[in-house]
């Protein structure tokens, strides 16, 4: 999952019944009305991905790391111009969390496109969603937890082969340490929505990553940014793998429950091989695909054990639990 909205686990509300106001009824929602926040996730999953895949073909023109510079620059630039961000008004911290977010979101990107140079795809972000997985684990401290962490870890054992020689070291690593940046990521996201209006602060932490990543792109690609047709590609990447599904994303969690949109989320490794598989012809053996199953089914279980707590206090009249 390279993308930045759609990897972030996003809080549930908090709410605080009234002293005279009794309990709110649920609101059993048709499934006419879930099915639509539904496919829009499910459409921005798609669209992250095989952006990705794009991203692949991309790499012999512009390498590695002049496409993550393109999808960045690009992206932020598109961002700007829709969200028009306010500058003033804000304190030394809130541009701290600024600069954590786009530092987060640049090393991200720089790691995770390092390692599909390298691996499949599908292995790649199997890989890297156990760094969001590691997180949501730790913040839970259920016993529970560590039962979805032994099963990721065998789906990983199960896709090196008993040794990550068989998909490149080097690769793999920069797919953990992706994993690693996306955990991080998710911190500094949730923080940045809670000191930022709407994508504001989406928009400046873009751009502020950009930035970052501009000298490591002129470095290895010169003026080879400046093709055309290279630009073009850049800018199908960065619309499809950050504008598209961050706007997807965001319409649909005004209705979709933070629960289900982290299990969604938890499909990317799938969505993933997919695109690998029809845009890139990498196929997957039949051990692959049962470790991307596994971690699949971690990543779900993870999040399904913290709704249990969550949903409990909320019956109590406690108020939702914020997921992290």
């Not at 709110?24 to 926040?37: E, I, N, Q, T, V």
């Not at 340490?177 to 940045?192: E, L, Q």
């Amino acid at each position: 999952m390279d993308s930045p909205v759609k990897d972030v686990i996003p809080a549930a509300p908090v709410t605080t019944p009234g002293a005279a106001s009794p309990p709110a009824a649920p609101d059993p929602a048709p499934a006419g009305r879930r099915l639509g926040p539904v496919a829009l996730v499910v459409a921005g999953g798609l669209s992250v991905q095989f952006g990705s895949a794009v991203a692949v073909l991309l790499m012999p023109r512009a390498g590695a790391l002049g496409v993550v510079t393109l999808r960045l620059v690009l992206a932020a630039a598109v961002l700007l111009v829709v969200c028009r961000p306010k500058v003033r008004g804000y304190g030394r911290a809130d541009w701290g969390t600024i600069v954590a977010f786009g530092t987060a979101m640049a090393g991200m990107n720089i790691l995770f496109y390092q390692s599909v140079d390298r691996i499949p795809l599908g292995a790649a972000v199997t890989l890297e969603v156990l760094g969001p997985l590691a997180l949501s684990v730790i913040a839970s401290r259920r016993l529970l937890n560590l039962v979805w962490a032994g099963l990721a870890l065998a789906g990983v054992v199960l896709l090196s082969g008993g040794g990550f020689d068989r998909l490149d070291p080097a690769g793999a690593g920069f797919a953990l340490a992706a994993g690693a940046m996306w955990a991080t990521y998710i911190v500094f996201s949730a923080r940045t929505g809670r000191r930022f209006p709407q994508a504001d602060g989406l928009a400046l932490a873009m751009a502020f990553g950009a930035v970052l990543t501009v000298p490591f792109g002129i470095a290895e690609a010169g003026d080879k940014l400046l093709v055309p047709s290279t630009i073009g590609l850049g800018l199908a990447v960065a619309l499809m793998s950050s504008v598209l599904p961050y706007t997807l994303e965001m319409l649909a969690l005004r209705k979709l429950p933070a629960p289900t949109f982290a299990i969604l989320m938890s499909l990317e490794p799938a969505i993933a091989a997919t695109a690998g598989f029809l845009v890139l012809s990498q196929a997957l053996a039949v051990t692959d695909a049962l470790a991307i199953a596994l971690v699949i089914t971690a990543s779900m279980g993870a999040v399904r054990t913290q709704v249990g707590p969550a949903r409990r206090k909320a019956a109590g009249g406690a108020g939702a639990a914020p997921l992290p």
